[in-house]
């Protein structure tokens, strides 16, 4: 158990449809990482927070988007979904110190089924 | 941009059989680098890390990773498979200074036999 707690496990929705994933980083951890895994594109990484504040962004598309709130919590929200979003939404934490080198701590993840 | 790649996107093995997982990486400034592993239907689990202290890292599992500069590698060992190995390996660098995110392989599929 790393720690990271991601709900829910499983979604089932459809297309155009709206979702919101939630994380609950380690206790103690200021960032928060979102990932996406899917087969023909692998881990790609999204977004992070740090301590609320938005600190890095990947291949996150306009229709998803993020926060960290107060408690250090965060949601990723994706809207107007496509078939293609379908995957595994992991959400991961770290103590988010400056500079590489942290140890990020990865949750089971959010299975998403777009139909 | 940094990256890594990692050569083959499965390998099998024996039961007792060397492991070798292999993992080149890019980078303009000395990078932090790890290994993770993920089992079926579960998230990513560190086995170990490089961050400079020294180039032969153990891991947990019996796996050790060895950081050559010259060759841009960082190899993944372990010396006797066993059937709990199977599993999808994952290499990833870390480079940022304001950002610690990692930037993952596409990953290795390690079978192992009987």
């Known amino acids: 158990d790393s720690g990271v707690t991601q709900t829910p496990k499983h979604l089932i929705t459809a297309t155009g449809q709206r979702v919101t994933l939630r994380c609950s980083p380690r206790?103690?951890?200021?960032?928060v990482y979102w990932y996406q895994q899917s087969l023909d594109q692998g881990l790609q990484f999204l977004i992070q927070y740090y301590n609320g504040e938005e600190r890095a962004k990947g291949n996150i598309l306009e229709r998803f988007s993020a926060q960290q709130f107060p408690d250090l919590h965060s949601e990723l929200n994706l809207s107007s979904l496509e078939l293609g979003d379908s995957a595994l939404y992991f959400c991961a934490s770290s103590p988010g110190t400056t500079g590489a080198g942290n140890t990020i701590y990865f949750g089971e993840g959010s299975w998403l089924t777009v139909v | 941009a940094q990256s890594v790649t990692q050569l083959g996107s499965h390998v099998s093995v024996s039961e007792g059989a060397l492991v070798l997982l292999r993992c080149n990486y890019s980078?303009?400034?000395?990078?932090?680098l790890f290994w993770y592993v993920q089992y079926p239907n579960q998230g990513l689990q560190l086995l170990l890390k490089y961050t400079s202290a020294a180039t032969l890292v153990k891991g947990i599992n019996g796996f050790e990773a060895e950081f050559k500069k010259s060759e841009t590698s960082f190899h993944l060992t372990k010396p006797s498979a066993h059937m709990s190995d199977a599993a999808e390996y994952f290499c990833?660098?870390?480079?940022?200074?304001?950002?610690?995110?990692?930037?993952f392989g596409t990953g290795t599929r390690l079978q192992v036999f009987p």
């Open positions: 206790s103690g951890d200021l960032s």
């Open positions: 990833a660098v870390s480079v940022g200074s304001s950002s610690d995110k990692l930037i």
């Open positions: 980078s303009s400034v000395p990078p932090y």
